[in-house]
C-alpha cells in the first residue's frame, strides 16, 4: 500500500498525487476525467476513465450445433451478471430450439425485451436499470407469494383440489422472476461498490440477501413439488387415508411456522426469532420421520406420493432454517457496526 500526502494548493484546495504507475497502466493524461466515490467508512473509491454504472454489453457467440440447454444457461450467466444489453451472435443460422430457448429466458425474466433480431442473431435489453428496484422489497413480495402458495398448496392437499394447485405451480413462475432480478442486482453489489451504494447495501448484506433469497426461491419449488403431486394424485385416482392427511396436513402447518419465522428473523435481525426458527426446523424433522414409519403400511403408489409431499414440506422448514442461520450472522455484525459508531 503506497501513501501521498496532502498538500494544499492556493490556499484553499487539497490535493494529492497519485501514484505514476498506476496513472500510466490506466492510461491517465493531463485533463484525462476521473470519478470518485466516497464510501460510508470515508474512503474514496477513484475510476479512471469511465463514470461507474456504466451500461454494459455482451456479445455471446454460438453455433447451430451448441445444445440450445447451454445457450440459455450462458445467457443467463450474463443476465446475472449484470449485463444490461446481451447479443447473442451464431456462426450459421440459430435453429428453433435456440430461439425457444431465448424466447422463454425473455419471458421468464423481468424488464426484458427483443430489440433486434435476425437468422444469425438476438439482441436483447434490458430495460429495467438494476437500481431501480430495491433489494428489501424483493425478497419481501418473494417470500409473501411463497407464504400464500405454501398456504395454497395446504388447502389443495387437504381438499384435493386440482385447480388451486395448478395456480400454485403458476406462481412459482412469479418468484424466480424476482429472484432472478434481485439475484443480478446482489450480485452487481457484490462487484461494484457504486452499485452497492445506490442499493443501499454492503458486500456483506448482498451476500447476506443472495443466500436468503435463494432459500426462499428454494422454498417455492418444494411447494411446487406438493402441488404438482395434488394433481397427479388425482390422475391417479388416489385418495390419502384422513389419519394420513391429517398428519400430512400437521407436519405442513409446522414447516409454514418455520419458515415464516426464519423470514421474519432475517429482516429483523432478530437472533431469538432466528433460535425459535431452528428449533422449529428440528421439530419438523422429527415430525417427519414419525409419519414416513407410518407410510410402510400404505400401498405402493400411495407411499410414494406421500413420501414426496412429505420431504417436500420438510424442506421448506429446512430452507427457512438456513435463512435464520444467515439472520443470526446478519444481527451480529449490525450490533457490532453500532458498538464501533
Known amino acids: 500500500m503506497e501513501s501521498r500526502r496532502v498538500q494544499l494548493v492556493g490556499g484553499a484546495t487539497f490535493s494529492v498525487s497519485l501514484p505514476k504507475a498506476w ?3 490506466v492510461g491517465l493524461k493531463p485533463s484525462s476525467l476521473l470519478y470518485m466515490l466516497e464510501q460510508d467508512d470515508g474512503s474514496l473509491i477513484v475510476y479512471p476513465g ?9 456479445t455471446i457467440t454460438t453455433t447451430p450445433g451448441e445444445k440450445a440447454s447451454l445457450l440459455s444457461r450462458k445467457i443467463i450467466a450474463a443476465y446475472l451478471d449484470g449485463y444490461d444489453v446481451i447479443r447473442i451472435q451464431s456462426r450459421g443460422r440459430l435453429t428453433y430450439e435456440q430461439l425457444k430457448e431465448v424466447d422463454d429466458f425473455v419471458k421468464r425474466m423481468s424488464g426484458l425485451e427483443v430489440v433486434e433480431e435476425s437468422a444469425e442473431g438476438v439482441t436483447i435489453n434490458a430495460l429495467v436499470k438494476i437500481t431501480d428496484f430495491p433489494v428489501e422489497r424483493g425478497f419481501q413480495r418473494a417470500h409473501l407469494i411463497t407464504l400464500l402458495m405454501f398456504k395454497e398448496a395446504l388447502s389443495a392437499l387437504e381438499r384435493g383440489d386440482v385447480e388451486l394447485a395448478r395456480s400454485v405451480v403458476l406462481r412459482d413462475g412469479d418468484v424466480d422472476r424476482i429472484y432472478f432480478l434481485v439475484a443480478r442486482q446482489l450480485r452487481a453489489a457484490i462487484s461494484s461498490p457504486s452499485v452497492a451504494k445506490s442499493l443501499g447495501v454492503d ?3 448482498a451476500v447476506d440477501y443472495l443466500t436468503a433469497i435463494k432459500r426462499v426461491e428454494d422454498a417455492a419449488d418444494s411447494v411446487e413439488n406438493v402441488a404438482n403431486m395434488v394433481e397427479s394424485l388425482h390422475r391417479s385416482g388416489i385418495v390419502i387415508p384422513p389419519r394420513l392427511l391429517s398428519d400430512l396436513l400437521a407436519v405442513g402447518e409446522a414447516s409454514l411456522s418455520a419458515y415464516d419465522k426464519g423470514v421474519k428473523s432475517f429482516l429483523l435481525k432478530d ?5 425459535e426458527a431452528l428449533d422449529a426446523r428440528v421439530n419438523v424433522e422429527r415430525m417427519r420421520c414419525q409419519v414416513e414409519g407410518s407410510l410402510a403400511e400404505q400401498n405402493q403408489l400411495l407411499t410414494l406420493h406421500a413420501g414426496v409431499i412429505l420431504i417436500n414440506l420438510r424442506n421448506v422448514a429446512y430452507h ?3 435463512i435464520a442461520e444467515v439472520a443470526i450472522n446478519r444481527a451480529i455484525r449490525s450490533r457490532q457496526a453500532e458498538l464501533n459508531r
Open 271 to 275: 437472533p431469538a426469532l432466528a433460535d
Open 23 to 25: 496513472a500510466q497502466r
Open 203 to 205: 458486500a456483506a448484506d
Open 50 to 58: 469511465r463514470p461507474p454504472m456504466e451500461r454494459r454489453e455482451l
Open 320 to 322: 427457512g432454517g438456513d
